[in-house]
């Protein structure tokens, strides 16, 4: 087996400091202390480093081609996303080869590899739900590779990333629950080991802290999608004689959820009021329409291929990663009743 080659990463995790200031002390920018110069400078001779001669080529080597990887195509959000990614890599000269994991991590190590081996100049990813690994990530940042997230973004890689504040989504869309009337509220939630998953909970669980209320962990189901909902609707039937309200981590989850209580003469909202996260097309021509926190793909989108762009463009790490958060904003319909108040 081939010795392994240290890399900037592997010199910035021992060091404690980010790739990028690693990277711009080894070519002496003028932004960096002449101690952490040094420092850098000096551990990179003691451990022997050279570049990357691949990296280098890839970086100046343009296809102007961005690859994307996307969990699904067909899901609106990400379809909003896509379109708001192609209009400003178009008029900036690129072109996008799409791949789709179909929230499979093995597909996805391979759809990053044939970006990869396509040599395009960048890539935009958002992270399938059964990420449970990231050295494929790191293989491509070891190749030089530019690459932003959007939506789901692993917290621990050092990374440019795009993504809704999912903790305060689900924050207002609790308190509107909660400003209704509803004392005892269920939440669909996701993979808590993604990000979005585990912020949306803790929104919720922070929406009942401040308003006094207790959280019960009983009235939190794993149940993400619509297969998800029918798989768990006896258990949804049965708590719905004493839940006075659902938050739903997105709108399919919450438009099922809404079906199978209406299918058993519950009704939305003078039974139960539902909330739901995202706002695509279906949360509109939903019976009854659905309240919702807008996710705002389309601007996602945007501000993550600037992003990308930027960093193709400027050639080398200037600037230290960034995270890009946009304001999440409650889109309130007739599946919440505001008749509680009164």
Not at 46 to 70: C, D, E, M, Q, W
Not at 112 to 119: C, E, F, G, T, V
Not at 140 to 151: I, S
């Given at each position: 087996?081939a010795?392994?080659?240290?890399t900037?990463?592997d010199?910035?995790?021992?060091?404690g400091?980010?790739a990028?200031?690693v990277?711009?002390?080894?070519?002496?920018?003028?932004d960096?202390?002449?101690?952490?110069k040094t420092?850098?400078?000096?551990?990179?001779k003691?451990?022997h480093?050279?570049?990357?001669?691949?990296a280098?080529?890839?970086?100046?080597?343009?296809t102007n081609?961005?690859?994307i990887?996307?969990?699904e195509?067909?899901?609106?959000?990400?379809?909003?996303?896509l379109?708001?990614i192609?209009?400003?890599?178009?008029?900036?000269?690129y072109?996008v080869?799409?791949?789709?994991?179909?929230?499979n991590?093995?597909r996805?190590?391979?759809?990053?590899?044939?970006?990869?081996?396509n040599?395009?100049d960048?890539?935009?990813?958002?992270?399938?739900?059964t990420?449970?690994?990231?050295d494929?990530?790191?293989?491509?940042?070891d190749?030089?590779?530019?690459l932003?997230?959007?939506d789901?973004?692993p917290?621990?890689?050092?990374?440019?990333?795009v993504?809704?504040?999912?903790l305060?989504g689900?924050?207002i869309?609790?308190?509107?629950?909660?400003?209704?009337?509803?004392?005892?509220?269920?939440?669909l939630a996701?993979?808590?080991?993604?990000q979005?998953?585990?912020?949306?909970?803790?929104?919720y669980e922070?929406?009942?802290?401040?308003?006094?209320m207790?959280?019960n962990?009983n009235y939190?189901?794993?149940?993400?999608?619509m297969?998800e909902?029918?798989?768990n609707?006896?258990?949804i039937l049965?708590?719905?004689?004493?839940?006075?309200g659902?938050?739903?981590?997105n709108?399919?989850?919450a438009i099922?959820a809404?079906?199978?209580?209406m299918k058993?003469?519950?009704?939305?909202?003078?039974?139960?009021?539902?909330i739901?996260?995202g706002?695509?097309?279906?949360?509109?021509?939903?019976?009854?329409?659905?309240?919702?926190?807008?996710q705002?793909?389309?601007?996602?989108?945007?501000e993550?291929?600037?992003?990308?762009?930027?960093?193709?463009?400027?050639?080398?790490?200037?600037?230290e990663?960034?995270?890009?958060?946009?304001t999440p904003?409650?889109?309130?319909?007739?599946?919440t009743n505001?008749?509680?108040l009164y």
């Amino acid at each position: 087996m081939a010795p392994h080659q240290i890399t900037i990463k592997d010199i910035a995790k021992i060091l404690g400091i980010s790739a990028s200031t690693v990277s711009r002390a080894l070519k002496d920018h003028p932004d960096i202390s002449p101690k952490t110069k040094t420092m850098v400078q000096t551990f990179a001779k003691k451990v022997h480093y050279r570049p990357n001669a691949l990296a280098l080529n890839l970086r100046r080597s343009k296809t102007n081609t961005i690859g994307i990887i996307i969990p699904e195509m067909v899901h609106h959000f990400f379809s909003s996303v896509l379109a708001g990614i192609d209009k400003i890599a178009y008029d900036a000269g690129y072109n996008v080869m799409i791949c789709q994991s179909n929230e499979n991590y093995e597909r996805e190590i391979s759809d990053a590899q044939a970006l990869l081996d396509n040599r395009v100049d960048g890539i935009l990813m958002s992270l399938s739900k059964t990420t449970h690994k990231l050295d494929h990530i790191n293989n491509l940042l070891d190749h030089g590779l530019p690459l932003v997230f959007f939506d789901r973004a692993p917290e621990e890689l050092s990374v440019d990333k795009v993504i809704i504040d999912d903790l305060m989504g689900a924050k207002i869309a609790t308190h509107h629950l909660i400003s209704i009337g509803c004392k005892k509220i269920l939440h669909l939630a996701g993979p808590q080991h993604l990000q979005i998953g585990k912020r949306r909970r803790q929104g919720y669980e922070d929406a009942l802290t401040e308003n006094g209320m207790e959280y019960n962990p009983n009235y939190v189901i794993k149940c993400d999608t619509m297969d998800e909902v029918y798989a768990n609707a006896g258990q949804i039937l049965e708590m719905a004689s004493e839940i006075d309200g659902i938050f739903a981590v997105n709108d399919s989850t919450a438009i099922a959820a809404m079906q199978v209580l209406m299918k058993n003469d519950i009704k939305i909202p003078d039974h139960i009021s539902v909330i739901g996260f995202g706002d695509g097309p279906n949360a509109k021509i939903a019976y009854p329409p659905l309240s919702t926190v807008e996710q705002k793909g389309i601007e996602m989108g945007q501000e993550a291929v600037k992003l990308l762009i930027k960093q193709i463009e400027e050639n080398e790490v200037t600037t230290e990663p960034s995270t890009k958060v946009l304001t999440p904003v409650l889109r309130i319909r007739e599946s919440t009743n505001k008749s509680r108040l009164y």
